[in-house]
């Protein structure tokens, strides 16, 4: 069974997004485009992509994929990559972007048989993270903190999970940043 691993950056004090859904903080930041090897290495693992439409429509007005389609393999590959939405977004020329609406609980055996024996990337949003987190199905957080601060903005898992719900796994330094894996116990 795929592991389900939510693999995001967040500012110091807990934001993902700032409160236009950009991320612009992030890319300011000293390595903040990632590409690494160490994140080379956790994209091969990965057989499946997970979205909510709010990540999706933000990547896709950032890169211009709608125009340049050609640009979807540099963040995605061929993976498929399932969009949570409730309303009608374009899809991206090329790419396997299926969109699903309901709960991650029904979507859940297809994004599952989808993966095959590699694991299931929560990319984005935290809300969308907590819902895989509310089902049980959430196995991971990786977590990489950026030297950057904002006032306001959209949280990193709007949800509670307490210590004993969470087990520090590893820590890394990545240039700028502090890398947190935490796994996540199941009742």
Partial sequence: MPKVIFYTATTLNGF??????????????????????????FLAGIG???????TYQWV???EDLIDH????????????????????????????????????TDAWPAIRDAAGDLDVWVVGGGDLAGQFADAGLLDEIRVSIAPAT????????????GA?????TAVNKAGAFAELTYTVKHA
């Fill in 48 to 54: 499946v992509l997970v979205q909510g439409s709010t």
């Fill in 164 to 168: 004993d719900m969470l087990e520090l």
């Fill in 69 to 104: 389609p050609e640009k979807w393999p540099a963040f995605y590959g061929a993976r498929p990559t399932y969009v949570f939405t409730t309303r009608d977004l374009p899809g991206v020329e090329g790419a396997d972007v299926r969109f699903v609406q309901g709960s991650v």
């Fill in 16 to 41: 993902l997004a700032d409160d236009h859904d950009s991320l612009d903080w992030l890319f300011a930041a000293p390595g903040g485009e990632g590409g690494d090897d160490d994140f080379q290495r």
């Fill in 150 to 161: 904002l006032t306001s903005g959209k949280p990193l898992l709007p949800r509670v999970l």
């Fill in 60 to 62: 896709l007005a950032h």
